[in-house]
């Protein structure tokens, strides 16, 4: 199990995470041999944000907390600078509103991402979409688990940068090969992706945190289910700074050379199976594995060590016979937070399945203060799961319901980590109060 420690949370306060068991899949085409190769030779290709359809990445219009924001960042420039002294004038509504956005592009500029979409079920445009192929033939999904893709990653640097602060002038990136997630001087974060409503939000997205916001993405993406890995290799600047005026302010940093970098990963060790696009025929299950031993890569089947080729589990069968478990996610777009919407997918969860085939099935409950609530759904083929139920979600940092269910018509086992039934009392004495 990865400890995640509170102090130091790779991911973010306001980012959902899934549970290490969660299956994640990276959607690649056969079109050219560098698609396989980068992943497999050179570690997580890593785009900027900027390079990305949904100019939502990493900009917020609906900031929570403006009012409290814009009272803090102007008290901590008179602190600072001694603001009123100067004889600088607290900034109208629109001029700071026109700042928060200049921050948010800025801080769009810092980042770059690996995207994985969670889960095993299959959807016909996210096969087109991600694999540039609209025959669904020529195309393929690598696939692992959210722990060990996050084992995977660099966690300590080579080398400890020395941080000499945050300054516009005063820029530094760290190299590719010594990016790690547990230093000051640069960023690694991992989580999943939540998805923002344009018209009348009713749950506002955390402003003034770029580790935050660059999780958030526009309503026409939820399809995705993403995961991602976010890499900033500059100066650290997870604190919002304010200018002399009061307004936010973050850097931008010049990428006209690179508009992307490969992360240094242990690819190849936490890759599970690669599945093969709904139409693909032997041709293309001949140039992947030709391309897989190329590189060095070695195939198996069953038993057998190696990586897997397997056909899609998209009919179903393929799942049957290659999985001991699968898992899908739900709650991500659940824009008005509504227990109503997860009771739904809860419900659909329970009726998706054929119980003959997978006679256990575990809906995973996760929240946290910031991040909200979310939903996980793990059939099990065996009746002895592969998991306790105490193993999923990170304890540490979320409240964990847990509900087995082996009968459909039967009441579920039910199972809480302590954060959760801390909850649970706080809500009754709170009724009872």
């Known amino acids: 199990m990865i400890f995640l420690n509170p102090s130091r949370n790779p991911s973010s306060e306001y980012t959902p995470v899934p549970s290490e068991q969660m299956i994640v899949r990276r959607y690649r085409s056969l079109s050219e041999k560098r698609q396989i190769e980068t992943y497999f030779t050179e570690g997580l290709f890593c785009n900027h944000l900027t390079n990305f359809d949904d100019n939502n990445e990493g900009i917020l219009e609906h900031p929570g907390g403006y009012n409290n924001l814009k009272g803090s960042l102007a008290a901590d420039s008179r602190r600072k600078r001694q603001r009123m002294d100067e004889g600088i004038d607290i900034v109208s509504d629109e001029e700071f509103q026109e700042a928060l956005d200049q921050y948010h592009r800025d801080s769009r500029h810092q980042h770059f991402a690996n995207c994985w979409r969670l889960g095993t079920e299959e959807k016909d445009n996210i096969w087109k979409c991600y694999t540039q192929d609209a025959e669904m033939k020529a195309g393929c999904a690598i696939e692992t688990t959210v722990g060990q893709l996050v084992a995977a990653l660099p966690s300590w640097p080579v080398i400890q940068d020395e941080d000499d602060g945050f300054g516009p002038n005063n820029i530094t990136q760290t190299s590719e090969w010594n990016l790690s997630f547990t230093t000051d001087t640069c960023d690694i974060r991992f989580g999943t992706c939540k998805y923002q409503q344009d018209e009348n939000p009713t749950q506002d997205q955390p402003a003034g945190w770029n580790a935050a916001i660059t999780f958030f993405k526009g309503e026409d993406f939820d399809d995705e289910i993403e995961f991602r890995i976010l890499v900033n290799p500059f100066t650290s600047n997870v604190f919002i700074e304010s200018a002399a005026d009061g307004t936010p302010v973050a850097f931008r940093p010049d990428l006209e050379e ?32 030709s391309w897989l031993n190329e590189f060095g890569v070695e195939v198996g089947s069953g038993s057998d060590a190696g990586l897997e080729v397997i056909e899609s589990t998209n009919a179903g069968t393929t799942l049957q016979d290659k999985y001991e478990y699968t898992a899908e996610l739900a709650g991500l777009a659940n824009y008005d937070g509504s227990v109503e919407h997860l009771e739904h997918a809860m419900g659909q969860f329970l009726t998706k399945r054929d119980w003959d085939v997978w006679p256990v099935v575990d809906l995973v409950e996760i929240n946290s203060d910031n991040a909200g609530t979310f939903l996980e759904a793990y059939w099990h083929r065996s009746e002895e799961p592969v998991f306790e139920m105490d193993e999923y979600g990170h304890h540490d940092i979320q409240r964990v319901w847990v509900r087995r269910f082996t009968d459909p018509t039967e009441e579920p086992e039910m199972w809480k980590n302590t954060l959760a039934e801390e909850a649970e009392q706080d809500t009754r004495e709170q009724s009872t109060g």
């Open 258 to 289: 690179d508009p992307f970098l490969k992360l240094p990963a242990a690819t190849e060790w936490m890759a599970n199976r690669l599945i093969l696009a709904p139409n693909a025929t032997e041709e293309q299950r001949d140039k992947i594995e």
